[in-house]
């Protein structure tokens, strides 16, 4: 019995040596979450302060409280003030500010879409022949930047044999 009990210890210290880093781990994360915990009371208590004094001094809140970081694109009311504090002067990037719709969102420009606007007042489709006129030298003059929704009649554009001689007539125009 007595090799059985010397064995015995010997596991037994071993486990307690490889364990010790562990406990001391473990330990050190316990008191840590004490520390955590009284810092959280702390913020708890000092958050309605911070609500109406922090802005005093260009603190930004929190986006969502429950812990989660907002996704996607800020809510509309928030894109309205970051663009309103935009430096005046200079050239600006993104959006012209559209006139909002009900919803908030502005329809295209072209009569009759309906779809929502995503760039210079035209819906993602209108706006890739836009681009098309434009790189064929065809855009039509009503085809403005920024018109307003429902304002701009579509064209039909040609297609084969006949968008072949609309184009070889918009290149002649452009050289002659």
Same mark, same amino acid.
């Given at each position: 019995?007595?090799?059985?009990?010397?064995?015995?210890?010997?596991?037994?210290?071993e486990?307690?040596?490889?364990?010790k880093?562990?406990?001391?781990?473990?330990?050190r994360?316990?008191?840590?979450t004490?520390?955590?915990?009284?810092?959280?009371n702390?913020?708890?208590?000092?958050?309605?302060?911070?609500?109406?004094?922090?802005?005093?001094? !260009? +603190?930004?809140?929190? @986006? &969502?409280?429950? #812990?989660? /970081?907002a996704? =996607? %694109?800020?809510a509309?009311? *928030?894109? !309205? +003030?970051?663009?309103? @504090? &935009?430096?005046v #002067?200079? /050239?600006?990037? =993104? %959006?012209?500010?559209?006139? *909002?719709?009900?919803d908030g969102?502005? @329809?295209?420009?072209?009569?009759?879409c309906?779809?929502?606007?995503?760039?210079?007042?035209?819906?993602?489709?209108?706006?890739?022949k836009?681009?098309?006129?434009?790189?064929?030298?065809?855009?039509?003059?009503?085809?403005?930047?920024?018109?307003?929704?429902?304002?701009?009649?579509?064209?039909?554009?040609?297609?084969?044999?006949?968008?072949?001689?609309?184009?070889?007539?918009?290149?002649?125009?452009a050289?002659?």
């Amino acid at each position: 019995m007595s090799v059985d009990k010397a064995f015995r210890d010997m596991i037994r210290n071993e486990i307690e040596v490889q364990l010790k880093p562990l406990r001391d781990v473990v330990s050190r994360l316990e008191s840590g979450t004490a520390d955590l915990d009284a810092l959280r009371n702390v913020a708890e208590r000092l958050a309605p302060l911070a609500e109406v004094v922090g802005p005093l001094f !260009g +603190a930004q809140l929190p @986006a &969502a409280k429950a #812990g989660r /970081k907002a996704v =996607g %694109r800020p809510a509309t009311a *928030a894109r !309205g +003030a970051v663009s309103a @504090a &935009a430096p005046v #002067g200079g /050239k600006r990037r =993104g %959006r012209k500010p559209a006139v *909002a719709t009900a919803d908030g969102s502005r @329809a295209c420009a072209i009569v009759g879409c309906g779809k929502p606007s995503r760039t210079k007042g035209y819906c993602a489709a209108h706006y890739q022949k836009l681009r098309m006129l434009e790189k064929t030298n065809r855009r039509p003059s009503a085809w403005v930047d920024y018109a307003p929704a429902d304002s701009v009649e579509d064209i039909k554009l040609p297609r084969g044999r006949a968008a072949s001689k609309a184009l070889a007539a918009a290149a002649q125009a452009a050289n002659g």
